[in-house]
Nanobody, 121 residues
Framework: QVQLVEFGGGLVQAGDSLRLSCAASGRTFSSYFMGWFRQVPGKEREFVGYISWRGDITYYVDSVKGRFTISRDNARNTVYLQMNSLKPEDTAVYYC??????????????WGQGTQVTVSS
């Protein structure tokens, strides 16, 4: 079992940066791929990116490539989403998830409660 809690959401202006953190409980954190997803009301949850259990592999959706970076600290049971050059279309609730990886929600068994990110123009 892994419990996940996201931190760091908020209201920023277009072009600003924001870093989300996701703290995990449980001793098996380092064995999971960690993913970030986002969701806007009325739309499906969208894959943002993932990082492998060792942190040596990352993958991002095209819309965030070059702007967002995922990293992890297995000693601290924490995964991060660094978001730069934010755009209004990045506004969403952001979720971290733990699982076997991939670009769809079905690859992740454990989810955080989400944190709101709002980017004003």
């Amino acid at each position: 079992q892994v419990q996940l809690v996201e931190f760091g959401g908020g209201l920023v202006q277009a072009g600003d940066s924001l870093r989300l953190s996701c703290a995990a409980s449980g001793r098996t954190f380092s064995s999971y791929f960690m993913g970030w997803f986002r969701q806007v009301p009325g739309k499906e949850r969208e894959f943002v990116g993932y990082i492998s259990w060792r942190g040596d592999i990352t993958y991002y959706v095209d819309s965030v490539k070059g702007r967002f970076t995922i990293s992890r600290d297995n000693a601290r049971n924490t995964v991060y989403l660094q978001m730069n050059s934010l755009k209004p279309e990045d506004t969403a609730v952001y979720y971290c998830a733990a699982g076997t990886g991939g670009t769809t929600w079905s690859g992740y068994a454990y989810w955080g409660q989400g944190t709101q990110v709002t980017v004003s123009s």
